[in-house]
């Protein structure tokens, strides 16, 4: 599983999806935030891991050339739910509803969002409802949801140095769930 992530970083790390920074740039960026925010392993794997979606059936193109949302959050944590277990998905596939769930709740945050984060929340259905926001809240990875949220949103600098894809391959391995390492 490994390897095929991180193949996939080799095919699509280099695409932009409208962002300053290239995907593997944001990815490795996400990760170094959590890390230095002193998350647990699970959630810096979440943070690099968080776009793997935009990688399968071209998802990372829909929103600018199809002008649609491919729901790049669920695939990516049903591709990653083969090997890692829901302290490393969870936040992957809640980090959308995150965006969604800080519109509603912090009036300025909305201000902050790139521009293909605006681009993206419009597809993604906009900020949450009150309904939506207390169901979200009540969601037991929340708290992850929303440190990984953050982490996206401030990892997009195009000439921070931060460390190689490489480096996160034992941590990467440390969380694979005992079935996939033994397949």
Not at 16 to 34: D, W
Not at 159 to 182: F, H, K, Q
């Amino acid at each position: 599983m490994i390897d095929s992530i991180f193949s996939l970083f080799d095919t699509f790390g280099g695409e932009h999806y409208g962002e300053n920074a290239n995907q593997l740039q944001h990815a490795l960026q996400c990760a170094k935030l959590a890390q230095d925010h002193g998350c647990e392993p699970s959630l810096v794997a979440a943070s690099l891991l968080h776009d793997i979606g935009q990688f399968l059936d071209d998802a990372g193109n829909a929103a600018e050339k199809l002008n649609l949302d491919a729901r790049h959050e669920i695939t990516g944590a049903a591709f990653l739910a083969r090997s890692f277990g829901p302290e490393v998905t969870e936040p992957v596939r809640l980090h959308v509803d995150a965006k969604r769930y800080l519109c509603a709740v912090q009036p300025d945050y909305e201000e902050g969002l790139s521009g293909a984060s605006l681009l993206s929340l419009r597809l993604q259905g906009g900020r949450m409802n009150d309904e939506e926001t207390a169901a979200f809240r009540a969601h037991p990875f929340f708290e992850q949801a929303i440190l990984l949220r953050h982490f996206d949103d401030s990892g997009k600098r195009p000439n921070w140095i931060v460390p190689p894809l490489e480096a996160y391959r034992d941590l990467l391995g440390s969380l694979l769930r005992e079935e996939s390492v033994t397949a």
